[in-house]
């Protein structure tokens, strides 16, 4: 459009959240707290994410950084980032990563919310350019205020989220996320260094035309699996696999479509971790009108019982539809 310079730029994240906490009578503004710290956190990996060619091309002679530090793989360096954002906004006092197998205690005792997140998933992609994403889940901790968190904190199970989210850097970065009332999408502007609204309220096509999964893994699928892979092809679907989770998912929400990460015979459990890679995408899923399964049995991602902070589970998600029609396939096969 002509007028395009004209159209004003709208709500910044942070005045959305002010609005919202005033919409709760209850709200303290902790958990708003937390999310702008988490958005900081999306900022700062986002100009590390931006400018990886350059830092990749320093490593490569072998530099250090001025406390003598090597230069870290990204992946690292967006775990530091995120850890140090939420210990210094003072909201979490635990964190879960999946780039560290210990729970990180922030030394935030007096903070209500635990945190689980992937800092940088897709890293297999960031030498090649390809879009990557940041995954988070937020619990309000089972243990007392004023102790250091507990494996049970994070060990609630899905439904038990208060709020999840993800940060796409893609070619433009998004932070998109639930607080259990509706999903939200927000653009970066970086030259404003501010998130706005682009996507007041997200829902799920039912429906959608595209599949996404490593056909590559295609004869260790299960048959159900094939037999629905097989049905979207004889119906012409596309085929899309980024092989960055947040992007396929991202896609999905936006399209519809599924996407998938089956049990093999060699990887009952998949590969993607339950809780903050499957829970997150499962709980913005079921808010903006999708669904998701771990296997044939028809499951809810969300009804799967925790026993273990890095455990895997096999990921059917997207649109309802397809979901449906996939785990039907298995039941009628059984
Ligand atoms: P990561 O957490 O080690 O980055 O692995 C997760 C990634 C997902 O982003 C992606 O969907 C999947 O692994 C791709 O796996 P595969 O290469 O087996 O298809
Ligand atoms: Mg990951």
């Given at each position: 459009p002509d007028n395009i310079l004209a159209q004003p730029v709208g709500t910044t994240l942070e005045r959305y959240i002010m609005r919202k906490q005033s919409e709760f009578a209850f709200a303290t503004g902790e958990l708003s707290q937390l999310l702008r710290d988490i958005a900081l956190a999306g900022k700062i990996i986002n100009r590390e994410v931006n400018r990886a060619g350059l830092s990749e091309l320093k490593g490569a002679f072998g530099t250090e950084n001025?406390?003598?530090?090597?230069?870290?793989?990204l992946d690292v360096v967006a775990n530091i980032r995120f850890i140090r954002a939420l210990k210094n906004g003072g909201q979490a006092c635990a964190v879960l990563s999946e780039e560290e197998d210990e729970i990180i205690q922030?030394?935030?005792?007096?903070?209500?919310y635990v945190v689980a997140m992937d800092p940088l998933d897709g890293s297999a992609n960031i030498d090649v350019n390809v879009p990557i994403g940041t995954i988070f889940s937020i619990y309000r901790r089972v243990?007392?205020?004023g102790t250091p968190a507990t494996r049970e904190d994070f060990l609630q199970g899905g439904r038990k989220q208060v709020a999840a989210g993800y940060v796409l850097y893609g070619s433009s970065t998004m932070l998109v996320y639930t607080t259990g009332h509706g999903v939200v999408g927000f653009t970066y502007e970086h030259s404003l260094g501010e998130f706005f609204l682009s996507h007041p309220e997200l829902r799920i096509p039912q429906d959608g035309k595209i599949f996404s999964c490593n056909e590559g893994h295609w004869f260790d699928y299960p048959e159900f699996v094939r037999t629905y892979l097989m049905e979207c092809k004889r119906k012409g679907y596309n085929g899309r696999y980024v092989g960055s989770l947040v992007a396929d998912y991202h896609r999905s929400l936006l399209m519809g479509g599924i996407y998938m990460y089956p049990p093999t015979?060699?990887?009952?459990?998949?590969?993607?971790?339950?809780?903050?890679?499957?829970y997150p995408l499962a709980f913005i899923i079921e808010q903006a009108g999708g669904a998701a399964v771990a296997g044939a049995d028809n499951t809810a991602v969300l009804d799967i019982v925790p026993t273990d902070c890095h455990q895997r589970s096999p990921l059917f998600i997207g649109s309802s539809h397809m979901v449906e029609k996939i785990v039907a396939g298995a039941t009628e096969k059984a």
């Open positions: 001025i406390q003598g530090e090597q230069q870290q793989k922030t030394g935030n005792n007096q903070g209500k243990s007392p205020v015979e060699k990887k009952p459990q998949g590969k993607l971790r339950l809780l903050y890679e499957c």
